[in-house]
């Protein structure tokens, strides 16, 4: 059973640019986390999506970021018009049942030049 | 809104020694999950250990144990006869065990190295 997949690994991005990064789930897990890791700092949550559905975005910043997971293919997060703040580990997580432990797929690292 | 905090950014010990890292958590809630992740250079996140809260015993998985006190909200990660492949980075989390969103609430880390 593979686990949780995401790509690319490493992303670079100019300005002004959008980053799309993906997550394919471990196989039959239906719920998808993605959170942010800064340098030096803890993974902070971004948002809980099921298929189809956002079930929490607390962690979410208002504006150029968006999160998706259809019926079919992977969960994506956008990131239009990147700054250099944003520059950090991304990283998914799935579950198969929400009160259970979470799979961590091994990161997309973001860089804004 | 539920924290945790580990107040040892750094530690470092002679391999097959025993460490002891601390994590302590606010949290009103009465049902939750708490857990150890390793990040090892790789930076994969990787499971350590897992706590239930209402579950009074002491998780334990081969060299990692954690001691568990409810009433003081504390969570320690002890690991026993320390390998060189421990270090890492180690992260305490902290999850509510009811049906809302189950996001992972995390500590800000320890970097842990074991030296030869």
């Known amino acids: 059973n593979a686990g949780v997949m995401q790509n690319p690994r490493h992303l670079v991005r100019r300005r002004g640019q959008e980053a799309r990064l993906r997550c394919s789930p471990m196989k039959g897990h239906s719920h998808v986390y993605w959170y942010r890791q800064l340098p030096e700092e803890g993974l902070k949550f971004m948002v809980y999506?099921?298929?189809?559905?956002?079930?929490?975005e607390s962690g979410m910043p208002k504006e150029r970021f968006s999160a998706e997971f259809p019926k079919e293919g992977p969960s994506i997060l956008r990131i239009q018009q990147v700054v250099r703040g944003d520059s950090a580990a991304y990283f998914c997580?799935?579950?198969?049942?929400?009160?259970?432990?979470?799979?961590f797929g091994p990161g997309t690292r973001l860089t804004v030049t | 809104a539920q924290t945790v905090t580990q107040s040892q950014p750094e530690m470092s010990v002679q391999e097959a020694e025993t460490v002891t890292l601390s994590c302590t958590y606010d949290?009103?809630?009465?049902?939750?999950?708490l857990f150890w992740y390793k990040q090892p250079p790789s930076r994969q996140m990787i499971l350590v250990i897992r706590q239930e809260a209402y579950k009074q015993q002491n998780a334990t998985e081969n060299r990692f144990s954690v001691n568990f006190q409810k009433a003081a909200k504390s969570f320690s990660l002890k690991i026993s006869d320390s390998q060189l492949g421990d270090t890492a980075m180690y992260f305490c989390a902290f999850m509510k065990g009811n049906q809302g969103a189950q996001k992972l609430v995390f500590g800000q880390g320890t970097r842990l190295t074991i030296n030869p």
């Open positions: 949290t009103s809630e009465s049902n939750y999950y």
């Open positions: 997580a799935s579950a198969q049942d929400p009160s259970y432990e979470q799979y």
């Open positions: 999506l099921q298929k189809e559905n956002i079930i929490d």
